[in-house]
């Protein structure tokens, strides 16, 4: 098979895995120094796939044969699929031409399991080695790990890779057990587990051997199982707080043709992923918990987002007072970030805030009205239920599809 049909078949392949960011990275250069490429510490983003997303890097499946039969995944043993495989040197090849093109800045390197666990990563490693060995490239590489590899293999990859991640895929035993019986939850934990360990003893010996300083990452899919957001939301909040992981993504089920009827036949919405995204970002930035997000079962509203739902949900914390509230109350205020936050507290010990300052600061104004007091503002919504708050602050709803069954099908 020629390289140019092999890329296209397992560039595709690679596009289901949204764990590719870039962030985090240590800033290095080849400027004055043997080899090529660089990373900036920041997420690089001007590679595309062909269904048309927006890529941080040259995202490539190293095979997309695979011994496991994961009924959500498109490379599945029994899927119907047209198969590749690259080797070492061409992926290596790749990567090197791409970049000396200026189309990309980095690897995202995953891969189908072939033959075994470790025959796999051996592959994997090897051509980050290569890259960073024989052609001394300086710019980011990401590898996903194989949890079922030797850990010495893994600790390797570590070696020569920016950031590892080791996706879960779903959030429950039970899910995991049902549709992809070759994977362990117990071993994908262990893998996580001793990846936290050797960044947190290079954390505890700078001159330590570099291993990925940009930390660890892990996936869920969101639809292919019953789990609802609240379930999703709390493994997350555990794998944060267990590992130390510097994201969880999150990625819609997207059927297949011929998906086996363990699977559902039709995607969740996307807007559900994205206000998983959210949810996640105040769980990580602002100090939210999963239970005050979601304290009982079910999805997160679609109608408004998590900080906003919060807010309409816990209405005895408002209208807050943003001359003697803490940084930290302020920073839950809908339309208030974290950055503004903290000008807003920099602000109030030279004068009172005033509305006008808030406009100045570029806050959402019309999401922040009803929620905070300032030294000339009281809202008059200040006694409005919430849900007339609700129906005033919700996003606009989007024109239903004419014709569902033909977009399904």
Partial sequence: MELKDKLEILADAAKYDASCASSGAPKRSSEDKDGFGATTGMGICHSYTPDGRCVSLLKILLTNFCIYDCQYCINRRTSNVPRARFSVE???????????RNYIDGL???????????????????VARQLREVHKFRGYIHLKTIPDADPLLIEEAGRWADRLSVNIELPTHDSVTRLAPEKNVH????????IRRKLDEKAEEPKAPSFAPAGQSTQMIVGADASDDHTILN??????????????????FSPIPQS?????????????EHRLYQADFLLRGYGFTAGELMPQSG??????DPKLGWALAN??????DLNRADETMIARVPGIGIRNARRIVDLRRLRRIRWEDLSRLRCSMKKLAPFIVTADYKPVQGAASSHLLRRHLADAPEQMNLWPELQAA
């Fill in 90 to 100: 061409e992926v290596v090849k790749l990567t090197h031409d791409f970049y000396v």
């Fill in 108 to 126: 995202f390197l995953s891969s189908g399991i072939i033959q075994s666990a470790d025959y796999t990563m051996e592959q994997l490693v090897a």
């Fill in 187 to 194: 071993t994908i934990k262990l893998a996580m587990g001793s």
């Fill in 235 to 252: 493994t997350a909040e555990t794998l944060y707080g267990s590992y130390k992981l510097k994201r969880v993504y999150y990625s819609a």
């Fill in 260 to 272: 086996p009827k363990s699977v559902p036949a039709a995607p969740p919405p996307l807007l559900r």
């Fill in 299 to 304: 999805n997160l509203a679609l109608d408004v």
């Fill in 315 to 320: 209405r005895e914390h408002f209208p807050l």
